[in-house]
């Protein structure tokens, strides 16, 4: 076999549609660990210098924002071995079906029902990251928000004759308790807030770590679309091929039998 030949047949055996879910999964989580890490701590860095200047103000904020950062190491070692798996499961669904194509097909029940676990596991985490999805938008709105004021204060249209009177309360989403000194940003201070490099770096951080999750969503339907069209490719061959050994055996059987009547019927006419 020459090196073409044998480079078309290892392409051959590329699963290419779990490859192209798996590049689409490690991107998305890439981008959501990544940008979410970095944002969250922009976001408690703006909290603690323009919010909360007392320690104890914020402290709950700061635990929740040190688990969820520990809840997305474990997003990311948990996707990375899980993609590696379900790309594996393709290759090996793969090479099933070339077998299946040069009638050597084996396949067990134990392998379908690893391929039926894989599916539905891969429903639950798609239904638990589309939760993820929602919950990353939050942020992305809260910033959002603060940004458009920040704009509408230095927009020469606006015609804002107080601008003091214009203030963001982040103690109104329960961040930091209502009584944590300021509290609010308000006029100057508010657009000084929004120059600084955490607020705009945690903003943008905040929309690319919602574009990862949504892109791990699209991934893990994807995903299921696959393991789905697998099982019932695996389903349809085994029963396939019974059909096919019932066939043979009864073909042999109907051939053994016309034998010994020709054998028979040669005695007699003796």
Request: proline share 2%.
């Amino acid at each position: 076999m020459g090196c073409f030949e044998c480079c078309i047949k290892c392409l051959g055996g590329v699963p290419y549609a779990s490859l192209v879910a798996t590049i689409l999964c490690f991107s998305g989580v890439a981008l959501f660990c990544g940008c979410g890490h970095v944002a969250l701590t922009g976001t408690l860095t703006m909290v603690e210098n323009h919010f909360s200047r007392v320690t104890s103000d914020h402290a709950t904020f700061a635990m929740v924002i040190q688990i969820f950062q520990y809840i997305i190491y474990g997003i990311a070692s948990f996707f990375f071995v899980y993609a590696i798996i379900l790309l594996a499961e393709g290759f090996y669904t793969t090479s099933a079906i070339k077998k299946e194509l040069q009638s050597d097909f084996k396949t067990t029940v134990c392998g379908r029902c690893i391929t039926a676990f894989f599916m539905f596991l891969t429903y639950i985490l798609a239904l638990v990251f589309l939760g993820i999805f929602g919950f990353t938008a939050i942020p992305v709105f809260l910033f959002f928000n603060m940004w458009n004021t920040c704009a509408a204060m230095k927009s020469p249209d606006a015609n804002i004759t107080s601008p003091e009177s214009i203030c963001v309360d982040v103690r109104q989403y329960g961040i930091i308790p209502w009584n944590a000194t300021p509290g609010k940003a308000c006029g100057a201070t508010l657009g000084d807030i929004c120059n600084t490099s955490e607020f705009y770096l945690s903003y943008h951080l905040y929309i690319v770590a919602l574009a990862g999750a949504g892109a791990t969503v699209i991934a893990l339907i994807h995903y299921l679309m696959i393991l789905a069209a697998n099982w019932a490719y695996l389903k349809s061959a085994v029963s396939t091929h019974e059909y096919q050994d019932i066939k043979t055996k009864d073909d042999q059987d109907l051939e053994a039998e016309a034998r010994s009547k020709e054998g028979q019927n040669s005695s007699s006419y003796s």
